[in-house]
């Protein structure tokens, strides 16, 4: 196990090295935006008022409040001191709400939403996959196309599309919110049932997507594996499909794991989108909030909560894969 | 040449590029037989796909007669569900001369008319129900009257002096205009959006924006991948360090992410679609860099390479003219892709508001974009958004075909046979 754990030091290294870059960039790239995000929340206190250093004064008070007098390097340490006490500064637009608590308040409902929905989809897409490629025939020339038509419509394309047929055709599903309008969250059986209806268009759309684009991923190292002489020797000799089958799939599953930690990234912004358009209340519609509003002490935080959660998952799989895959802790070993 | 003729032989590709060759053509083309701006307001909101018929013309059109029954279409599309579930309850629940069963027998809207024209007396009490429900039958009762009175309608113009209403025309209700002598028509393919603009002009212009700024961020993409994929591979050391730690980087941390902060970084300055295509290119290219250093690494010491080396060429001829050719067809591949996942990605950017910051320049996912804001979804106005979201998976579709027809063709082993 030398090798894995050679493998395992120099994954997490990197991942740390790559997490203060993204931290850097969350937090220079907001402050970049022309513009004075100060005004505007002062402006509820300026109202009314005509004296010139009056309002200057209000300004320079709320600017003093925000640190943003201070030169970027030293607010940049400040933003890494108060990280560092998981306070992630306080939010423009909804002052004077903490960022970490408004993200908070949101964040659950995300991971509820996208963690089962991916997993399922990768998991049934595979499935689905696995099987046309062993069967093939019928499903492979009728289904196969569909699938790919399927893959190819975008994650908010299909959330609008059974948006637009279970909720306001069928009328069988609610449009919006994460629960009923009426309900106060809370452990009551009403009010999960009503999470669980609500949670139905926005798990389903994120699903289907991904099986479209896993089923035909797995589909095609199925059948490139089903191909490759070991599986041909195996059934020279005798061997019973049944068993070389459990080989091929695990040896089909492994790109699909790199396709995962790949596509992890483009289906947080699929994801993101799907949300907003069902005003899921996850993290997805506080960012676009945040965005619209120029709340960048919010964005920043959302962007950094996102960018741990990917680096994190992709940190999980690697490890994953380099348990799964022995060629990787050979590689290490010389 | 072989190799293009080969191309073409692949069934996936000539689909593929049999359709997208099609909607490229058509944003080309159709603009010059589709009168109209296509930003030029002309309806209002939501308009259903349809033919729309200027009612003032149709009264000045000669008339025809024709001798078609008028009356059970009326009926048919007059008389709500809800109109007829009333009729059925009344005539069953207070209605004594009238049997179940015959009430049940009559299905269609005429039969239970006739029915209730039979079996109708305001004057039957019913124990119980309150004035509205009463009032709501006599109001429905009178609604059927009006159809089967065969009265018509008059036409007056008021004279602008006296105010006085002068008759002008009789319609009788079996008249009909014929659609060629009106003048005044305009056909909505897919009615209006929000704006009241003509949805399928629109679009024809929004797909060809959209690929405009998929073919910039592809092209600034594979460019990017291109040159620092070749340089990673073949220079090696320390230029492939920090290079290949630079696109890991990216890789991992969600362009879209990075795409959401450049844009909200840009504010004001991101109106237009160069913008978006430049961010958009400037975020995709680590995936292309990774397989091209791949394959560098793998050409880097072949026999004419060495050869070259030996010869004294410089670095860049070598890149160039010894490497190069060879990530060519993998290159081409990688290309059609970005272009794809570009297209895919400003319609999502601009979905959130981050893309082209203008109601002046229509791309596919700004029409997304207006049509949620107004709520086209929830009031059902489906042409707003279907017709969209089917291009794009149609252009991304095509695109994809494309390339699997190219990969066929320079891996042999994934021919089907």
Same mark, same amino acid.
């Not at chain 1, 402050?31 to 005509?50: F, K, M, Q, Y």
């Not at chain 2, 008028?70 to 809800?82: E, R, V």
């Not at chain 2, 079996?174 to 009615?191: A, C, D, Q, W």
């Given at each position: 196990m030398k090798g894995f754990r050679k493998y395992l030091a120099r994954k997490i290294g990197w991942y740390v090295? @790559?997490?203060?870059?993204?931290?850097?960039? +969350?937090?220079? %790239?907001?402050? %970049?935006?022309?513009? +004075?995000? $100060?005004?505007? #929340?002062?402006?509820?206190?300026?109202?009314? %008022? @005509? *004296?010139?250093?009056a309002i200057q004064a209000v300004i320079d008070e709320y600017k003093r409040l925000f640190g943003l007098d201070k030169p970027i390097h030293v607010q940049f340490i400040v933003y890494i001191k108060n990280l560092l006490r998981g306070d992630l500064g306080t939010s423009f637009n909804f002052y004077p709400r903490k960022v970490s608590e408004v993200i908070a308040s949101a964040v659950g409902w995300t991971i509820a939403l996208q963690l089962p929905a991916i997993l399922v989809g990768w998991i049934l897409g595979n499935l689905l996959g696995a099987i046309a490629g062993y069967v093939r025939g019928v499903f492979d020339k009728a289904i196969l196309p569909l699938f790919l038509f399927i893959s190819n419509i975008p994650a908010f394309g299909m959330a609008i599309m059974l948006l637009l047929i279970f909720g306001v055709y069928l009328g069988i599903l609610p449009t919006s919110g994460g629960y009923g309008f009426d309900l106060i969250p809370s452990l009551t059986p009403e009010f999960i049932m009503s999470v669980i209806e609500h949670y139905q268009l926005p798990f389903w759309s994120i699903v289907l997507i991904m099986i479209g684009g896993q089923a035909i991923g797995m589909r095609s190292m199925s059948i490139y594996e089903l191909n490759s002489d070991y599986v041909k020797y195996s059934r020279f000799l005798g061997i019973k499909d049944r068993i070389i089958v459990k080989y091929v799939f695990r040896n089909a599953v492994l790109p699909q794991i790199t396709g995962l930690i790949l596509s992890l990234g483009t289906m947080v912004g699929g994801a993101l989108v799907a949300e907003t358009i069902f005003s899921y209340p996850g993290l997805g519609t506080r960012m676009l909030s945040a965005i619209t509003g120029q709340d960048y002490p919010l964005i920043s935080g959302c962007t950094l909560i996102i960018t741990i959660g990917v680096l994190l998952a992709n940190l999980v799989l690697e490890i994953l894969y380099g348990l799964l895959d022995p060629r990787i802790r050979a590689v290490q070993e010389d | 040449m072989h190799l293009i003729r080969e191309i073409f032989k692949s069934q996936n590709f000539v689909i593929g590029f049999v359709i997208f060759t099609i909607i490229f053509l058509s944003t080309i083309i159709l603009p010059f037989f589709l009168k109209g701006d296509p930003l030029e307001i002309v309806g209002g909101l939501f308009y259903k796909p349809g033919t729309y018929i200027n009612v003032s013309d149709t009264i000045e059109a000669k008339k025809y007669e024709l001798k078609i *029954? =008028?009356?059970? +279409?009326?009926?048919?599309?007059?008389? =709500?569900?809800?109109?007829? *579930? %009333?009729?059925?309850?009344w005539l069953v629940k207070y209605c004594n001369t009238v049997?179940?069963?015959?009430?049940?027998?009559?299905?269609?809207?005429?039969?239970?008319?006739?029915l209730w024209l039979k079996h109708y007396d305001p004057n039957i009490k019913m124990e119980g129900t309150t004035i509205a429900y009463r009032k709501s039958l006599s109001r429905l009762h009178q609604k059927i009257e009006k159809i089967f009175s065969d009265e018509g309608y008059v036409i007056a113009e008021k004279n602008s002096e006296t105010g006085e209403l002068a008759i002008v025309q009789e319609l009788a209700n +079996? &008249?009909? $205009?014929?659609?060629?002598?009106?003048?005044?028509?305009? =056909?909505? #393919?897919?009615? @209006?959006?929000?704006?009241?603009?003509?949805?399928? @002009?629109?679009?024809?212009?929004? #797909?060809?924006? &959209?690929?405009? #700024?998929?073919f910039v961020a592809g092209s600034v993409a594979t460019l990017i991948g291109l040159v620092v994929g070749l340089l990673a591979g073949y220079v090696g050391g320390m230029v492939d360090d920090i290079l290949t730690f630079i696109t890991n980087l990216l890789t991992v941390i969600p362009s879209f992410i990075i795409l959401i902060l450049i844009s909200v970084s840009l504010g004001g300055k991101g109106n237009d679609i160069m913008t978006t295509a430049l961010v958009i290119g400037i975020t995709a290219w680590p995936w292309t860099a990774r397989s091209v250093r791949a394959q560098t690494l793998s050409l880097k010491n072949r026999d004419h390479v060495n050869l070259s080396k030996l010869s004294g060429h410089s670095l860049v001829r070598i890149i160039i003219r010894d490497i190069l050719p060879y990530v060519a067809s993998y290159v081409t591949m990688a290309y059609i892709l970005q272009v794809a996942s570009a297209i895919l990605a400003e319609a999502q950017l601009s979905m959130l508001g981050l893309g082209p910051r203008t109601t002046e320049i229509a791309t596919l996912g700004l029409m997304l974009r207006w049509a949620i804001q107004f709520q086209a979804p929830l009031s059902g106005a489906w042409w707003a958004f279907i017709p969209v979201i089917l291009s794009i998976a149609l252009i991304t579709f095509s695109l994809n075909l494309m390339n699997t027809g190219l990969d066929q063709v320079f891996n042999p082993q994934l021919r089907q046979n």
């Open positions: 090295i @790559t997490f203060v870059i993204a931290l850097v960039l +969350n937090f220079l %790239l907001p402050r %970049l935006i022309p513009g +004075n995000p $100060v005004a505007r #929340i002062a402006s509820g206190a300026i109202e009314g %008022l @005509t *004296d010139r250093s | *029954d =008028t009356l059970s +279409n009326k009926i048919s599309s007059l008389i =709500t569900q809800k109109d007829q *579930d %009333l009729m059925r309850e049997s179940e069963e015959e009430v049940k027998v009559a299905q269609h809207p005429m039969e239970l008319v006739e +079996n &008249s009909y $205009v014929h659609m060629s002598e009106i003048p005044n028509k305009r =056909t909505f #393919i897919l009615g @209006t959006d929000n704006f009241g603009r003509d949805v399928f @002009t629109e679009l024809i212009s929004a #797909i060809w924006n &959209s690929i405009k #700024i998929g």
